[in-house]
């Protein structure tokens, strides 16, 4: 069934990932434990970036906590590519995740006609309700 061949898919990516994880994993703590190489710091994020990420490699790992240590520091690219790293794998662990790099690439979706309505009406609320600075403003 189609619900089992995505298991097996979702099974495979994680074997596959799930290695690689670790071992960035291991060099960044590594890179924290000490006087850390920005440059090396960077490719290793950039790294993680680049796997397809899952709950279960999350929970796994924990690289979460990881990256997180480089959010604070003295490299802004650093800290910046950590938040966005975090901010992505939240999403994954909230499952609203965005599509993997090789899934990214391919067609856009079309959206259902229920989803594209309810789109369309929540622009259209946004049209009709003021928003509260223009309440503020024309209070007297």
């Given at each position: 069934?189609?619900?089992?061949?995505?298991?097996?898919?979702?099974?495979?990516?994680?074997?596959?990932?799930?290695?690689?994880?670790?071992?960035?994993?291991?060099?960044?703590?590594?890179?924290?434990?000490?006087?850390?190489?920005?440059?090396?710091?960077?490719?290793?994020?950039?790294?993680?970036?680049?796997?397809?990420?899952?709950?279960?490699?999350?929970?796994?790992?924990?690289?979460?906590?990881?990256?997180?240590?480089?959010?604070?520091?003295?490299?802004?690219?650093?800290?910046?590519?950590?938040?966005?790293?975090?901010?992505?794998?939240?999403?994954?662990?909230?499952?609203?995740?965005?599509?993997?790099?090789?899934?990214?690439?391919?067609?856009k979706a079309t959206p259902s006609p229920a989803a594209a309505a309810a789109d369309e009406s929540k622009a259209?609320?946004?049209?009709?309700?003021?928003?509260?600075?223009?309440?503020?403003?024309?209070?007297?």
């Amino acid at each position: 069934t189609a619900a089992t061949a995505a298991t097996a898919a979702t099974a495979a990516t994680m074997a596959s990932a799930l290695p690689e994880v670790q071992d960035l994993q291991a060099k960044l703590e590594k890179q924290d434990a000490g006087e850390p190489d920005g440059e090396l710091v960077r490719d290793l994020l950039a790294g993680l970036d680049g796997v397809a990420m899952t709950l279960d490699i999350l929970r796994k790992t924990k690289i979460g906590k990881t990256v997180a240590k480089f959010k604070k520091g003295g490299d802004a690219a650093i800290a910046a590519t950590a938040k966005q790293l975090i901010k992505k794998w939240k999403a994954v662990a909230e499952g609203r995740a965005a599509p993997s790099p090789a899934a990214a690439a391919g067609p856009k979706a079309t959206p259902s006609p229920a989803a594209a309505a309810a789109d369309e009406s929540k622009a259209e609320l946004k049209k009709s309700t003021p928003s509260a600075a223009a309440a503020v403003a024309a209070a007297p």
